[in-house]
């Protein structure tokens, strides 16, 4: 099983970024995807999981209305769009792979990609 996210970058507080994590190796449908990210000097936290038919998501409050969660199950990948950057959005990006039906329990997901680093500047 394999998960790489890309997609980040620098920008500037106001602006988009679109992450995409590509999957291989397993059935890509068959899983749930969620998006985590840790900022320097926190904890991981899940901020964003979409359920195996893309149907199902969930965000944290802090989120909800920028950031925005799909799926491409043809193409084997997720992606996440983020609106509206937050200079507090700041952190290393990973998506993950889980197969429970809990898509926002955090250690449902057994699988994990590198991440990729947004660095928003004001």
């Known amino acids: 099983v394999q998960l790489q996210a890309s997609g980040g970058g620098l920008a500037q507080a106001g602006g988009s970024l679109r992450l995409s994590c590509a999957a291989s190796g397993y059935t890509f449908s068959s899983y749930n995807v969620g998006w985590f990210r840790q900022a320097p000097g926190k904890e991981r936290e899940l901020v964003a999981a979409i359920g195996r038919g893309g149907i199902r998501t969930h965000y944290i409050d802090s989120v909800k209305g920028r950031f925005a969660i799909s799926r491409d199950n043809a193409k084997n990948t997720a992606y996440l769009r983020i609106n509206s950057l937050k200079p507090e959005d700041t952190a290393v990006y990973y998506c993950?792979?889980?197969?429970?039906?809990?898509?926002?329990?955090?250690?449902?997901?057994?699988?994990w990609g590198r991440g990729t680093l947004v660095t928003v500047s004001s």
């Open positions: 993950a792979a889980g197969r429970t039906d809990s898509i926002n329990i955090p250690r449902s997901y057994e699988y």
